[in-house]
């Protein structure tokens, strides 16, 4: 007995002192990224008591930005922002969760907890922001996660007299439809009460920067990232435990509103813009954009021979016509 209490001890300890050393590496990490990518935009707050980070330059109709899953605005500053302010008033926001937005009123952020942010509570708090900031028929532009988001805010002018309904919205390899089969172990695993509280920490305070660098390339493939990208984008953010968290329990519970928000898509009459690669296996072209363009009328869809996920980089003169189309199809232009 006094054996088995001693053995017990010892591997409590152990695993405290895991514990204590997982958090200490992770806090540190934390506080390393924040000082290495801090806001580069300012805040609006929401509802609730919500900060909403959003970088936003230029004159002209209202463009809106809304980044993909586990990124931040800064993926879009990268580049095609700057190539937008001669001719739109361009907003980038941080999604809830990811970079400096906080997460939506409410919602259980708790370890344990496996509640993410529906895409209609995402768009909600955004068009909040949006409101306050004077934004007004907005041409609303949604990469990847970032993309369902966009088409639930044109979906919300279907039921809302409002400003900043959007007048145009342009998908950039948007997650769309809902997908057969389920996502895998890494969002299982990691949006379950159990990642939150042991894997989520691990990966937050040990996976190496080299790690990182293959996620992005492996994103960007078959091409390469653009040189630069990967220390600009701010990645080491997304580990953070809360954020990390808050990204794995939106896409986890993602599909449900899908299968939704799917249903009312023939109702759209907004024009939609849709660019999407052939070579996208992270969000393939046929299972979300060859849909929407088949149950739209109003969506226009160019398909990118042999690009991947990630078309607004591998050519954003591509996208920013995409957006003066849109933007014209709209009477913005």
């Not at 997982?22 to 390393?32: E, L, N, Q, V, W």
């Not at 109709?61 to 800064?74: C, E, F, K, Q, T």
């Not at 080299?210 to 990967?230: C, S």
């Not at 052939?278 to 398909?303: F, G, M, N, Q, Y």
Request: glycine content about 10%; proline content about 7%; aromatic content about 8%.
């Amino acid at each position: 007995m006094q054996l088995a209490l001693k053995a017990l001890t010892l591997t409590a300890l152990t695993f405290g002192l895991g514990a204590v050393l997982t958090g200490c590496t992770a806090t540190y990490r934390d506080k390393a990224a924040e000082q290495a990518f801090p806001p580069i935009g300012q805040f609006v707050t929401v509802q609730g008591g919500a900060k909403v980070h959003y970088l936003q330059a230029g004159n002209g109709p209202d463009v809106v930005l809304i980044h993909g899953a586990g990124g931040n605005l800064r993926d879009f500053k990268f580049d095609l922002f700057d190539k937008l302010t001669d001719h739109y008033r361009v907003t980038a926001f941080d999604r809830p969760g990811l970079g400096y937005t906080d997460r939506f009123p409410g919602i259980d952020t708790g370890v344990l907890a496996t509640a993410g942010e529906s895409p209609l509570q995402q768009a909600s708090m955004l068009r909040e922001a949006a409101s306050q900031l004077g934004i007004t028929r907005p041409v609303v532009v949604g990469h990847s996660m970032g993309g369902i988001v966009a088409y639930q805010w044109a979906l919300m002018g279907l039921d809302t007299d409002s400003d900043v309904n959007a007048a145009g919205m342009v998908s950039l390899a948007g997650v769309a439809m809902p997908w057969p089969g389920d996502l895998g172990p890494y969002y299982t695993i990691n949006a379950s009460a159990f990642g939150g509280a042991v894997t989520i920490p691990l990966i937050s305070a040990f996976v190496p920067t080299a790690k990182v660098e293959d996620v992005i390339e492996g994103t960007f493939a078959p091409q390469p990232a653009p040189d630069g990208y990967a220390d600009y984008i701010g990645a080491p953010l997304a580990l953070r435990p809360e954020t990390f968290r808050a990204n794995v329990r939106q896409v986890n519970t993602l599909r449900p509103h899908a299968v939704e928000m799917s249903k009312r898509y023939p109702d759209l009459t907004l024009p939609i813009e849709i660019l999407h690669g052939t070579a996208d296996t992270t969000v393939p072209i046929e299972i979300h954009s060859d849909k929407v363009a088949a149950l739209v009328p109003s969506a226009h869809l160019t398909r990118m021979d042999g690009i991947g996920h990630m078309p607004h980089h591998v050519d954003p003169a591509a996208a920013v016509a995409a957006i003066d189309r849109a933007a014209a199809r709209a009477g913005l232009r």
